[in-house]
């Protein structure tokens, strides 16, 4: 098993041998402009993706599959929409695959609780974007886990901590966890995913789980920065288990 992080949530996983690749983000920086609710002009995403444009075509002629969390820009956007194989294996939450099939896509595979797809099992998982209003109007997220008979892998998704991730790492017991750092947060609110004390804490309930860090440094409403986080691993003493990965970063999983 492996995974390699492209930029912020988008990640390529390799299990069971075949290649997923999960919320493309694809777009060049600034494609997206300025994000609503926030006080930073930037445009969005803030860095392009970490290799060419003929390198992405040739990485996506390789893919097998594509997997979608949410249908938020930072995770599914519009080059997306035109650079990918409309026949292409699309795994999403059932919730949204009337949204993904009117983009053009015929190939969907809506997961309402769990599915089998090429002898990899991959379960739906919940997720919460944020508390109190702020949560409201971010939408019903989620997450997957994919597991084969002898890996097993949990992208949390965009979501803070709170007891719906315990629950979802004592029912599934991955090998590996994939959360979404930085503590994106708007002018108004908590924070919408994870802050390093959350990562912290996803640590502490796993302990013998790898737990990784994406969707830093990509977007302009994220409040830590990949230094930021790593002194915050290093001061709670889990710097073997716990990592950050760079844009570009591939990592083989044990």
């Known amino acids: 098993m492996k995974i390699e992080l492209w930029r912020n949530a ?10 997923i690749l999960i919320d493309p983000m694809l777009g060049e920086k600034g494609s997206l402009g300025k994000f609503p609710m926030t006080s930073d002009e930037s445009e969005n995403p803030l860095v392009d993706l970490p290799f060419s444009e003929k390198e992405l075509k040739d990485k996506l002629s390789t893919i097998d599959a594509v997997a979608v969390t949410h249908l938020h820009p930072d995770h599914w956007d519009e080059k997306a929409i035109e650079l990918l194989d409309k026949n292409i294996p699309l795994i ?9 099939s009117q983009s053009g896509f015929t190939n969907i595979i809506p997961v309402k609780n ?14 919460r974007h944020g508390t109190g209003e702020i949560g409201e109007k971010m939408g019903v997220v989620n997450g997957f886990v994919f597991k084969t008979e002898e890996k097993s892998i949990y992208i949390v ?15 599934h017991q991955p ?6 750092g930085g503590a994106a947060t708007f002018v108004v609110g908590d924070p919408i995913i994870m802050t390093s004390p959350d990562i912290v804490k996803v640590c502490r309930h796993t302990p013998d789980a790898s737990v990784w860090v994406t969707h830093l440094e990509a977007v302009s409403h994220c409040k830590e920065n990949r230094s930021f986080i790593q002194d ?6 889990l710097q073997e288990r716990c ?4 844009d570009g970063e591939g990592r083989s999983l044990d």
């Open 10 to 19: 988008t990640l390529l996983l390799q299990i069971g041998g075949k290649k």
């Open 92 to 100: 999403c939450p059932e919730s949204i695959a009337d949204q993904i």
């Open 114 to 127: 769990a599915v089998t797809w090429e002898n990899i099992n991959i379960s739906i998982t919940e997720g």
């Open 157 to 171: 998704g965009d979501s803070i901590w709170y007891e719906g991730i315990a629950a979802e790492i004592e029912r």
């Open 175 to 180: 090998q590996h966890i994939v959360v979404a």
């Open 232 to 237: 915050k691993i290093n001061e709670n003493n």
């Open 243 to 246: 990592f950050i990965l760079q």
